[in-house]
């Protein structure tokens, strides 16, 4: 689908019509499939991603384990994606394609003349640094004092809030990688689950109940 100014407008994220002309004259939107690699850990960042569709996946790598940060959203941009472009340095995380996902990107020169310009793009900077201080606070104090078993079983409704039915399509492995665990703990604790009648365990599917 092609940007257009009625595309933008549907988001409800800015409002000033020169802003918007000038999104459509310097941004363009890239489709990315599922697995595809939006961001580098260690790159310099060149363009902004907004989500148009679809979403991202974003974390950061400790000695070969992953550790989930955030997913961004429609109508989201990464926030460590954003700080790399504010201070132009590396990209701390790695940001893939968690489906096919359609994204605006707008060159990282825009970015703070925008937000003297524009009282709609400061609002979203700002709102977008707050959002994921406060979800990033909380996937803390979760993996600070929660057990894993109630962080699996947190993972799997949020994931089934976010779409229609109550499947999540996942590895034992993928989802040992969003929580910072291992396999082995993952499997036991699903099978428990099993055992305990709250879900139901497919290939590479996880039915709540």
Not at 49 to 75: C, D
Not at 183 to 196: N, Y
Not at 201 to 207: A, F, N, P, T
Request: neutral net charge; hydrophobic residues 35%; aromatic residues 10%.
């Amino acid at each position: 689908m092609e940007l257009s100014i009625e595309r933008l407008r549907r988001t409800n994220l800015f409002h000033e019509v020169e802003l918007l002309d000038e999104i459509l004259e310097s941004g363009e939107i890239t489709t990315y499939h599922a697995g595809d690699t939006v961001v580098r850990q260690g790159q310099y960042i060149k363009v902004l991603p907004l989500v148009l569709e679809g979403s991202i996946r974003v974390y950061q790598t400790r000695e070969g384990r992953e550790i989930l940060l955030y997913y961004v959203t429609s109508h989201q941009t990464c926030m460590m994606s954003l700080s790399a472009c504010f201070f132009n340095d590396q990209s701390p995380s790695y940001a893939v394609a968690a489906e096919k996902t359609e994204v605006l990107t707008i060159p990282t020169r825009f970015i703070t003349q925008w937000q003297k310009k524009y009282s709609s793009w400061n609002n979203f900077v700002i709102k977008t640094f707050r959002g994921r201080y406060d979800e990033l606070l909380n996937t803390f104090e979760s993996v600070a004092f929660d057990h894993i078993d109630k962080r699996v079983l947190e993972y799997l409704h949020s994931r089934v809030a976010t779409r229609e039915g109550n499947t999540v399509e996942i590895s034992h492995q993928q989802l040992a990688n969003e929580l910072g665990t291992t396999r082995v703990v993952i499997s036991r604790i699903l099978k428990q689950f099993e055992i305990d009648g709250q879900l139901e365990l497919l290939r590479g599917v996880i039915k709540l109940k």
